[in-house]
């Protein structure tokens, strides 16, 4: 799949200020069956950026963000993880992988040089 078939997916979460160390903790070295099923139903250059007061900022590339979040739905590796990431962000509806605020892209180098 080339750049440009690819979905881009940016977002934002709200952590809980007081769970900020612990989040960050989690992420430094994620369950490698959680990577591994990320990567599986296309959660690709994923990447989250969290602001100190726990405004979180996600980016992934991916075919199909319903594809993406559907396989990943199917998995039992991240029925565990979103049951403990939940409780950590701030006016969740939903999970975090599908409760999130997507983000509107407004501009894309390559689209302009294109």
Known sequence: MTAETMERVCFQLQVKPERIPEYTERHRAIWPDMAAALKATGWNNYSLFLRNDGLLIGYFETPSLAEA?????????????????????????????????RLTEVFHLEDQLA
């Open 69 to 101: 979040q559907a396989g990943m739905a199917a998995t039992e590796v991240n029925a565990r993880w979103q049951a403990e990431m939940g409780e950590f962000f701030v006016a969740l509806d939903g999970a975090p992988d599908t409760g999130f605020l």
